[in-house]
């Protein structure tokens, strides 16, 4: 049930990732040609593609943390079940600290800078920084998912 339910924020996740990068892209091809070609630059450009970098950094490292996609060094060709299991119980626990960082101190930050303001949208400056705890809250989300499956192997 766990999985369906991540299988769809994934879902959702990844497709706004995707209308995110358009806007991104067509807000930095805007202020390349309205500069450039028209002399007009365009300020909110700028702030509006740190805002959406921003989203899209936090955002999918969430995502791709549910697939597994981050980099992993291989530092033993074959290793035996026993050593595999310390391995990914360290690299678990390394999971754990860094959800735990996101949370936390993403969400400080988010309260800390949301009495700021970008003058050129029109908003506060905290939505620069949600996507910190966002991104804390989804991994711990496909986390739990992960664990539980490492339980059910576990008990099988």
């Known amino acids: 049930m766990l999985k369906r339910f991540n299988d769809l924020v994934t879902l959702a996740v990844e497709t706004a990732l995707g209308v995110g990068f358009l806007a991104l892209i067509g807000t930095v091809a805007l202020q390349v040609v ?41 530092l033993w060709p074959e290793n035996s ?43 506060s400056r905290g939505w620069m920084f949600v996507p910190i705890p966002l991104s804390g809250a989804l991994m711990l989300l496909f986390l739990i998912e992960f664990l539980s499956g490492v339980l059910r192997r576990r008990e099988a």
Do not use: E, M
């Open 34 to 74: 309205a500069r450039n070609l028209l002399g007009l630059p365009f300020i909110w450009t700028l702030d509006l593609a740190q805002l959406l970098f921003s989203w899209l950094v936090f955002v999918g490292a969430a995502v791709a943390f549910r697939r597994g996609a981050h980099y992993t060094v291989d």
């Open 81 to 123: 079940p026993r050593i595999d299991r310390v391995l990914q119980a360290i690299s678990l626990l390394g999971a754990v600290v860094v959800v735990f960082v996101l949370l936390r101190y993403g969400w400080n930050l988010t309260r800390i800078r949301w009495s700021g303001s970008v003058q050129s949208l029109g908003i």
